[in-house]
């Protein structure tokens, strides 16, 4: 049997090489993988796995014939690009916001709703839902499944790999002028990034929320359950790669922190490590080049009667399981359930 043909847009930025060395590392079943990226990237070499692959122009490719198209190139590219892709008869999995709140286009994380992907014929285009959203639902989902979530409080110490090379330049460049006492140059945040952290990611909204606080409240009903209230602070924090989640539940039933332990430890992308002591909680260092959702600190909130209330802190690789490897789980679940063979 043939294996499958995959294309792999926006190569040469971050999750795009992150999408091909999870691809490999998984041992996708491709026959062909493609780099594909804009004009001005022709030529330029990405790795997959042990093999080097040079990037072929977005523009100028000819699509028939593949059957899965990961997108990682930024709304805008997507917005025009992904329908005439899915056009061609690939199924397009999009990394980027353009899609998530379509009626017509699956929001999936594959833990936690694999059957949504029933719907990807529609449009054959899946989105990928923002990192923050999806190491939340990654721990959220069993505890609801066990108690009913009734509103989640969460506070996000996001890194600067979510805004891509540029955020990681920034803090970098920061940091070595704060010891060589060079002059600060602030380009792609709003304020100084090195030793600070900025409560603003994404743009600003009528309400006062910010869009990203509003994608993890919008996100999260549309993954999990519509009727769970969700709202969010997120903060960009000094840290390169790994978002850190601060998170507060509140539930219909009673669940007690052993409870969740159990829950947690049996759940599918999670990983409990919530020893009380010096050190026993998992950090974003710790985490990087991981698959999990790590999970910690999981406490009762005594300010909730009954047993109904829980605190927990999460973190996960954002640019892992928040965007390159749930891009490959969607692929594979995909492949397993709904595509049939290639030919």
Known sequence: MM???????GATGQVGREMLNILAEREFPADEVVALASSKSIGTEVSYGDKTLKCKALEDYDFRGTHIALFSAGAKV??????????????????????????????????????ALAGYSRKRIIANPNCSTAQLVVALKPLHDFARIKRVVVSTYQSVSGAGNAGMDELFSQTRAIYVNDQIETKKFTKQIAFNVIPHIDVFMADGNTKEEWKMS???????D???????TCVRVPVFVGHSE?????????VTPEDARRILREAPG????DAQEDGGYI???????????????????????????LNLWCVSDNLRKGAALNAVQIAETL?????????
């Open 226 to 232: 519509p009727d769970v209230l969700v709202t969010a």
């Open 270 to 273: 999670c990983m409990v490590v």
């Open 246 to 254: 601060a998170v507060n539940i509140e539930f219909e039933n009673p």
């Open 3 to 9: 294996g499958w043909k995959v294309a792999v847009v």
């Open 283 to 309: 950090t974003p260092v710790e985490c990087v080049g991981d698959f999990a959702t790590f999970i910690s600190r999981i406490r009762q909130d005594s300010t909730i009667p009954d047993k109904r209330g």
């Open 218 to 224: 919008a996100e999260t009903r549309k993954i999990m």
């Open 78 to 115: 997507s917005a025009e690009w992904g329908p005439k892709v899915a056009a061609t008869g690939a199924v397009v999995i999009d990394n980027s916001s353009h899609f998530r709140m379509d009626p017509d286009v699956p929001l999936v994380v594959p833990e936690v709703n694999p059957g």
């Open 335 to 343: 492949i397993a359930r709904f595509l049939k063979k290639a030919a």
